[in-house]
């Protein structure tokens, strides 16, 4: 394991912010979920599950190192596993959809803080876990090990093996099987595996053909600029459509759009659950392919991924190397919608009459405060009639979350029936999100409540079919 003395040092000062005045409960999805104080037979929230109460702990994990001898000048990581197991616990229970932040009177860096408390906790992980964890961690960000699963699921889905290992999948993950000895920790297993498999396996999308993009995409006249497409792991491989549409939109509105090769993963799923070392890894090389692609803006389509790097330079800002070349990258790093936005649109728009909801995605909305461009955007579609998301679930996180809907399928499922619920009472016709996890996890929630299945698409894709002057397909 890495030296965490200096993500010691730094929880230290981040959780000092925090006045543990109770603002964030409210806006915090895990507290409101009750799973596990039902399991113990009690009615309220288990405050441990909220970001207060997981300050608090993470604060005793830090006076832990203090009493085996750290100093403020020379801190010591804490050394009790039970405690370290029992923290671990409760962060592994965070979404990381960071609606605490904005909530916050204080300012507490929350997002920080869950980041660097998962660093420090990784080694109290049991064998299992690890197991599942680097099991997914050597899959997802990788898109050609991806690619070489399309085969598979094909045959799986036509042969409907997705959706029986999605009915055996268990409902929940019940943590607190207190069945003892080897019977109990079988059983325990078991519930971990198949419920990340039997979780992936609902979630997965319809394998469509892939959409190549060339190197270079031309703007249409009269040309703004030049911008470079993230094509990430998960998206390149199964919603290439989507950073296609992407592409015809942004040349459209007058920008080049390069697609440079050899870019892989950002190491947003890496560095959102504790793996800093992979995620700093696939932060480097994500720099190194942009920063010689002689680009304006770097354009991501994916919430996840342009919250992570626009956080790159404080990822690798021990590294004198590459830490300035991070931090000048991730002042360029935009969503899309905000770049389509900050311009006035020059190609035509058809109609499409369509009434829609629009989901705001966390780290869209929470990560980096795109909230109002995307709504601009849609309502700038002649015919389209955008209906709100009914307020008390608006900002709700919809379960997806990176991986925690793999690794939490319980809460995760629950959060997403909720969502799905919320979408049904607006009447839309369609549901849009700027996010991939965001549009898996509720198309799942939506195909489960037993209701006829809704449309739900990428934001890119509804304009995509404007400029196009064709349907939504």
């Not at 680097?134 to 598979?152: C, D, E, S």
Request: proline share 9%.
């Amino acid at each position: 394991m890495s030296d965490v003395r200096p993500v010691v040092s730094e929880l230290r000062a981040l959780t000092d912010a925090c006045v543990h005045c109770g603002f964030c409960l409210p806006a915090c999805p895990t507290y409101q979920l009750d799973d596990r104080d039902a399991a113990h037979g009690t009615a309220r929230p288990n405050e441990m599950d909220s970001p207060r109460g997981r300050i608090h702990l993470i604060r005793q994990l830090l006076d832990d190192g203090a009493a085996e001898g750290g100093t403020p000048a020379t801190p010591e990581p804490p050394r009790r596993p039970d405690l370290l197991a029992s923290v671990r616990r409760h962060l592994d229970t965070c979404l990381g959809c960071l609606a605490c932040v904005p909530a916050c009177p204080s300012g507490v860096a929350y997002d920080r803080i869950i980041a660097e408390a998962r660093v420090l906790v990784e080694p109290a992980r049991g064998p299992v876990d690890r197991l599942r964890r680097a099991a997914i961690f050597a899959l997802f960000p990788y898109p050609r090990r991806l690619a070489a699963l399309r085969g598979p699921l094909r045959l799986a889905q036509w042969l409907r093996l997705d959706r029986l290992a999605a009915r055996l999948a268990p409902s929940t993950e019940d943590v607190h099987d207190a069945t003892p000895g080897a019977a109990g920790r079988l059983a325990r297993t078991l519930r971990q595996v198949t419920g990340t498999v039997g979780t992936m396996a609902r979630l997965a999308p319809p394998v469509r053909p892939r959409t190549r993009l060339p190197a270079r995409v031309p703007a249409t006249p009269p040309r703004r600029g030049v911008v470079g497409l993230l094509t990430g792991c998960v998206q390149s491989v199964f919603f290439s459509e989507v950073s296609a549409a992407t592409a015809r939109v942004l040349a459209a509105e007058g920008y080049d759009v390069v697609v440079p090769r050899g870019q892989s993963c950002c190491g947003a799923l890496a560095a959102h659950t504790g793996r800093a070392e992979q995620a700093r890894r696939q932060a480097r090389a994500t720099v190194a392919v942009f920063a010689a692609a002689g680009v304006d803006f770097v354009v991501t389509d994916v919430a996840g991924c342009g919250s992570a790097m626009k956080e790159y330079g404080h990822l690798l800002r021990d590294d004198p190397v590459w830490g300035p070349r991070a931090a000048a990258l991730a002042e360029r790093v935009r969503d899309v919608t905000e770049v389509l936005a900050a311009a006035e649109p020059v190609a035509p728009r058809h109609p499409l009459p369509l009434t829609v909801a629009y989901h705001d995605a966390c780290h869209l909305s929470h990560g980096q405060g795109v909230r109002a461009q995307p709504r601009a955007l849609l309502q700038g579609i002649p015919g389209l009639r955008l209906v709100p998301i009914p307020p008390t679930e608006a900002d709700v996180c919809c379960g997806s979350a990176g991986v925690y809907n793999l690794l939490s399928p319980g809460a995760a499922a629950r959060l997403g029936a909720r969502k799905a619920a919320a979408i049904r009472s607006t009447g839309a016709e369609v549901v849009v999100a700027g996010n991939p996890g965001c549009l898996l996890q509720i198309r799942a929630a939506l195909a489960a409540d037993g209701d006829p299945p809704l449309p739900i698409r990428h934001t890119v894709e509804l304009l995509d079919a404007s400029l196009a002057g064709r349907s939504l397909t």
